[in-house]
Nanobody, 124 residues
Framework: QAQLAESGGGLAQAGGSLRLSCAAS????????MAWFRQAPGSEREFVASITRSGANTYLSNSVKGRFTISRDNAKNTVYLQMNSLKSEDTAVYYC????WGIGSTSREPYDYWGQGTQVTVSS
């Protein structure tokens, strides 16, 4: 049974940083493109960042480009989201997702597995 477990969320001040981690188990991690999505109260779940299976290519939404970085460690079955220069509008539940043999889609539908989410709250 594949599982994704996010960690690293919490409370940060505007301008601060957080690093999210997502540990995968029960799947062959290197065969999955990985992504982060987020969902704020009253809003739809939106794409934040994705990374290809090898880690050679990454994609970021315009709202986080230049502030967030996605990376992965295939030896540790873990994907990371480094969030810098946080803004109040980054407040949301952040979800990790895995897409088998994918290229890091920016849409929700192609993803096969999802984590339970981790709350990020940015105070201004």
């Amino acid at each position: 049974q594949a599982q994704l477990a996010e960690s690293g969320g919490g409370l940060a001040q505007a301008g601060g940083s957080l690093r999210l981690s997502c540990a995968a188990s029960g799947l062959t991690f290197r065969n999955y493109a990985m992504a982060w999505f987020r969902q704020a109260p009253g809003s739809e779940r939106e794409f934040v960042a994705s990374i290809t299976r090898s880690g050679a290519n990454t994609y970021l939404s315009n709202s986080v480009k230049g502030r967030f970085t996605i990376s992965r460690d295939n030896a540790k079955n873990t994907v990371y989201l480094q969030m810098n220069s946080l803004k109040s509008e980054d407040t949301a539940v952040y979800y990790c997702a895995a897409q088998a043999w994918g290229i890091g889609s920016t849409s929700r539908e192609p993803y096969d597995y999802w984590g339970q989410g981790t709350q990020v709250t940015v105070s201004s």
